[in-house]
């Protein structure tokens, strides 16, 4: 649950930044064609003006140095089969944009094909693209992207195949306006794509994706890999809603620490599925771990016999079936089913749908409705005490201590969560800091450094004792059965 707020609005004070020189009065570098050799744009040179299709062949790299503006006609398009490396900085950040004088809303795009060179783009904003579904478009291919702003393009701003990609620190802006209607079915995503090379990696992480419409998701990906080989790892990112899925996925994935809001299926989505923070199917596992999910029609879809673990994740405020297995959707088969440990469900209703006898499903340790409790061990239903639900701040309130986001401290409460100290015994309490009870709390920051602390009354232990491993300033037979349980983890 990273929080992307200052690195987001120093993209913004950046862009904002090119402004202090103007593109209209500088003389623009022409370019097209192919490169011979090794090229460096200079910000002495800038800005370029790509006036058809410039291409970057094999063995040769084009470098782009900070602060440079690229400004490409109609048919201005960047073709790599060598290598691109356009390494900004957060206070001069590279541009590739249109050139609005030439008359047309778009340019073509960026396209890296089959090219296994360490292909970067870093503190930049790439805008009005679009050749002719895509931005940026990456074929058995490298690339990396981190601290990018992708903007103005109502097609898929990234379109990967069996290629490996890294998206960190991003900002994928909202693709329609609040009174858009969305322009196409399906095609308007963040980012779509298929299939990652055995050697490869797939690594989506620190970013934010803004909202979408209609039948379109954030992120659509599909691959036929499963473990030991690469997988899709969706990492610590905040999806700000949309009328269709966060990610339909039809592949193995791992799904940690993300944030996903206000995804509910809306008027222009005339599809017959629902809205889900997660469409799961193929019969593939899918790996949920300590994410947040609030104000959405559902949490996920598991479909087509596929299984979802999920553990310590924090759903609120859910308004239909949070994690369903069957609804009688054309189309679709009932999911295989899912293993759930260590989450809170709150102010959700109906928490599963489609549980069958032929379902392979348990929920241990859990906080939910009583009719779910027979499904394992462990589980409780009560309030659980969030520091402010009615702000999505689903820390759990604490009298030894609580993490305050908004302050970015420690601080107390009146009151503890009965989560706390409740998730199973044999999980790994991972980073949570002192006291904690040397046992892991349910819910999303379970296991992490802002975990609330374990309270065992007046005064707070705040000394840490050799032997003492849960926290309450004494050795006893309860650290010594703590030890014992972890002794082989």
Request: with cysteine; proline share 6%.
């Amino acid at each position: 649950m990273t929080n992307l707020k200052a690195h987001v609005s120093k993209l913004v004070l950046a862009v904002c930044s090119l402004g202090i020189l103007s593109p209209s009065t500088l003389a623009d570098t022409p370019v097209a064609g192919m490169l011979i050799e090794d090229t460096t744009w200079t910000a002495a040179n800038s800005p370029y003006r790509v006036t058809g299709v410039l291409t970057i062949p094999v063995n040769v790299t084009l470098t782009i140095e900070p602060g440079i503006i690229v400004k490409a006609d109609p048919a201005g398009k960047i073709v790599i089969h060598g290598g691109l490396v356009a390494d900004g900085t957060p206070e001069a950040l590279i541009r590739f944009t249109r050139y609005a004088s030439a008359g047309s809303t778009w340019w073509q795009g960026l396209s890296f094909d089959h090219t296994m060179q360490d292909n970067r783009i870093r503190y930049a904003v790439v805008e009005y693209g679009r050749s002719p579904d895509c931005m940026i478009d990456v074929q058995t291919s490298r690339l990396t992207l981190e601290y990018v702003t992708l903007d103005h393009c109502d097609r898929f701003r990234i379109r990967t195949v069996n290629s490996s990609l890294i998206v960190r620190n991003c900002h994928f802006v909202d693709i329609f306006d609040p009174n858009q209607p969305p322009t196409t079915d399906n095609r308007s995503e963040h980012l779509w794509g298929s299939g990652v090379p055995a050697d490869g990696w797939f690594i989506i992480e620190n970013n934010v994706f803004g909202t979408n419409k209609g039948h379109n998701d954030a992120i659509d990906f599909d691959s036929t890999t499963t473990p030991p080989q690469p997988i899709p790892h969706i990492r610590n990112n905040i999806f700000l809603g949309g009328g269709d899925d966060a990610l339909d996925l039809e592949c193995d994935a791992h799904i940690e620490g993300n944030v996903f809001m206000n995804f509910i299926k809306d008027r222009y989505n005339t599809a017959s599925g629902e809205g889900n923070c997660l469409s799961a199917g193929s019969g593939r596992h899918y790996v949920m771990i300590r994410n947040i999910f609030y104000n959405a029609h559902h949490v996920a879809q598991v479909k087509n016999d596929a299984f979802l673990t999920f553990i310590n994740n924090t759903v609120a405020d859910v308004l239909r079936e949070a994690i369903y297995f069957d609804l009688d959707l054309p189309g679709r088969q009932p999911g295989k089913g899912a293993y759930v440990e260590n989450c809170i469900f709150y102010n959700t209703p109906k928490v599963f749908e489609g549980v069958v006898p032929t379902t392979d499903f348990a929920v241990n340790y859990s906080n939910l409705p009583v009719a779910w409790h027979t499904y394992g061990t462990g589980n409780i239903e009560t309030d659980p005490l969030f520091a402010d639900p009615n702000n999505h701040d689903y820390h759990l309130k604490s009298q030894a201590g609580r993490w305050d986001a908004n302050e970015g401290r420690w601080t107390t409460d009146s009151v503890t969560s009965p989560c706390i100290d409740a998730g199973n015994p044999a999980s790994l309490i991972g980073l949570e800091p002192f006291p904690n009870g040397g046992r892991i709390n349910m819910g999303a920051y379970g296991g992490t450094t802002q975990a609330s602390k374990s309270y065992f009354g007046e005064p707070i232990c705040e000394t840490i004792v050799a032997g003492d491993l849960n926290g309450d300033c004494k050795v006893d037979f309860v650290d010594i059965e703590i030890m014992a349980r972890h002794w082989l983890q």
